[in-house]
């Protein structure tokens, strides 16, 4: 989806703003699928396609922002409020996947951090059965030849 044009109609500004809320939603959605077990390029695709979403988004509602307050009454206001309140409609939901999104993440966090400090309290457990000169190298390996 590309940018708001400068000079667009309210509706289609509103149609537009609305396709990209979408897109946002299906995407957050997309990332509570798989947040668990995401390898780390499909994370940071997912993060780049969020972040190209957040950009122009701000740029669309910026544009929609911008228009005169009496716009909807003079552009087919039926229309454009119809398309202004699925717009509002389709925000609550991305807000709501977004906490999920973030909730999950944290868990997920929380997990791997746990299992960084157990891997590093093993790794002092082994380091106490290291060859005696060889406890400062990290290996549980005795090289002597």
Do not use: C, F
């Amino acid at each position: 989806m590309s940018a708001a044009r400068p000079h667009a109609n309210p509706a289609e500004l509103a149609a537009q703003s609305l396709a990209l809320y979408r897109e946002l939603r299906d995407e957050l959605r997309r990332m509570l699928s798989g947040i668990g077990a995401a390898e780390t390029s499909w994370l940071q695709a997912v993060d780049d396609n969020m972040s190209r979403l957040r950009q122009v988004i701000q740029q669309a509602d910026a544009a929609l922002m911008a228009l005169p307050p009496r716009a909807e009454a003079e552009t087919g206001g039926a229309r454009l409020s119809g398309l202004l309140a699925e717009r509002r409609q389709i925000m609550a939901e991305a807000l709501s996947l977004n906490k999920e999104v973030i909730s999950q993440a944290e868990s997920v966090k929380s997990l791997m951090a746990h299992d960084l400090a157990a891997m590093r309290a093993g790794r002092q457990v082994l380091r106490g059965y290291a060859p005696p000169g060889q406890a400062d190298s990290g290996s549980i390996i005795n090289r002597q030849s």
